[in-house]
């Protein structure tokens, strides 16, 4: 039962540089979602999905794009990596709301950390 | 824009003891309230959730009460053990949206 599978792990990039953060989920979730992650700062929303085709921004989406193209995988693109981009980055998903559409619970994968110097 | 303030920011208790930590949301429409638990180099994992309707949700050793009116939410651990040691994050729905706003989070450390 693999969940939600992020790669990869770690990454150092420098400035200017791309690069694709991977994330698969075989949970068959609609809902997708990209956070990152600063120290003392919680967990701040980049972009989420509601499903293939579908995706809308979030606190943070700046320097950042993203695609679904299928139910099991949302990319996240970094086009020109910055300093300010140094961050742990963490993919969630979600089934479709229950009760009563209030519920929505996120399966979180393990992370990538990235560097950019 | 909505905000979710998380207190205190480090948390050290006596391996027994009960650890509260508080939240304070600003969207009064929000109606879902999960708390998560982080341990060193994992992904957050849902622990307890509580809906809008309810005003107190238990489980085993961890409970959750809600206070709509003031907008604040609390988690709380009883009996604590040295594997509760965590970062812990509450969160709340942005209202007529699946996204969510998460606290900053508190380190929660239980001395054996």
């Known amino acids: 039962n693999a969940g939600v599978t992020q790669t990869p792990k770690f990454r150092i990039l420098k400035i200017g540089q791309s690069m694709t953060l991977q994330c698969t989920q075989d949970m068959n979730h609609n809902y997708m979602y990209w956070y990152r992650q600063d120290p003392g700062m919680g967990l701040k929303l980049i972009y989420y999905?509601?499903?293939?085709?579908?995706?809308d921004k979030g606190e943070v989406p700046n320097g950042y794009n993203v695609s679904r193209s299928t139910t099991e995988d949302f990319p996240l693109r970094l086009e020109l990596a910055a300093p300010s981009q140094t961050s742990v980055y963490f993919c969630?998903?979600?089934?479709?709301?229950?009760?009563?559409?209030?519920?929505?619970?996120?399966?979180f994968g393990a992370g990538t950390r990235l560097s950019v110097l | 824009g909505e905000n979710v303030e998380q207190h205190p920011s480090t948390l050290s208790v006596q391996e027994g003891d009960s650890a509260v930590i508080k939240c304070t949301y600003s969207?009064?429409?929000?109606?879902?309230f999960p708390w998560y638990k982080q341990e060193l180099g994992k992904g957050p994992q849902l622990i307890i959730d509580?809906?809008?309707?309810?005003g107190e949700k238990k489980d085993q050793r961890i409970a959750v009460t809600l206070n709509k009116t003031a907008k604040h939410f609390s988690l709380h651990i009883t009996e604590t053990q040295p594997e509760d040691s965590a970062v812990y994050f509450c969160a709340a729905r942005v209202s007529g949206t699946y996204k969510y706003i998460f606290g900053t989070g508190t380190r929660l450390k239980v001395l054996a």
């Open positions: 969207d009064s429409a929000s109606n879902y």
């Open positions: 999905s509601v499903g293939a085709g579908i995706t």
């Open positions: 969630a998903s979600s089934p479709n709301p229950t009760s009563g559409g209030a519920k929505n619970i996120q399966y």
């Open positions: 509580i809906r809008s309707n309810v």
